[in-house]
């Protein structure tokens, strides 16, 4: 189960210029459930929703209920009040304050991805309380992909090429965490064609394609 986190309507949950933080987190998601769906024997649920603000514990029943094998919730960062730009940067995944042996070695695998892609520094795997990481039974990450209070990073989560960056270096982290293999593409049906006669003069080839369809054979004349 993939997690935008936060919503539409999430107020103060947005960068010093002004960008919503839901704007970069939903947009990753709907990235990253198209890069998983790439791969074998995936189906991807969401948390969130794109019209409205969906209650954390609202989020953590669904994936309870549906007994996902992993939630996984995207997010910006922020430093500071919100209302400046600040010097903090970097990347950074969170994981519950117990550190479950397989959240720790799948955040450790998405974090390298992350770093490794976006370049940005790597602040490491950390634990936290965080609602989702707490309330979720089965192996849960929370992914902080940059600082909206940093300048140049706030630039970069605007952009349709980091948000693209961000996705696949998570969806790598889960293909190696759970060795995924990759859909192979269904070759489409050859089609085989057959030339029945060629004529210099319009009306034989005329005449044997009307025998043609008068056979049930689909005909046509071609100069």
Known sequence: MIDAGHGVDTPGKRAVDGMKEYEFNSAVAHKLKEFLLMFKGISVLYAHSDS??????????????HDVDLFISIH???????????????IETFVYQSKPKAA????????????????????????????????????????????????????????DDYRTLCAKAIASGLSSYYNLSKVKPTPSTPIYKVQVGAFSHKQNATKLAKELKNKGYHAIIVK
């Open 52 to 65: 409205e603000d969906v209650p954390l514990h609202v989020r953590t029943n669904s994936a309870n209920l």
């Open 104 to 159: 720790t070695e799948l955040a450790t695998l998405v974090q390298a991805e992350l770093v490794k892609k976006t370049k940005r520094k790597d602040r490491g795997v950390k634990t936290a309380k965080f609602y989702v990481l707490e309330k979720t039974k089965m192996t849960a990450i929370l992914c902080e992909c940059g600082f909206m209070t940093n300048k140049q990073e706030a630039a970069l989560l605007r952009s």
């Open 76 to 90: 910006a960062n922020a430093h500071g009040d919100g209302k400046d730009w600040t010097s903090a940067e970097g």
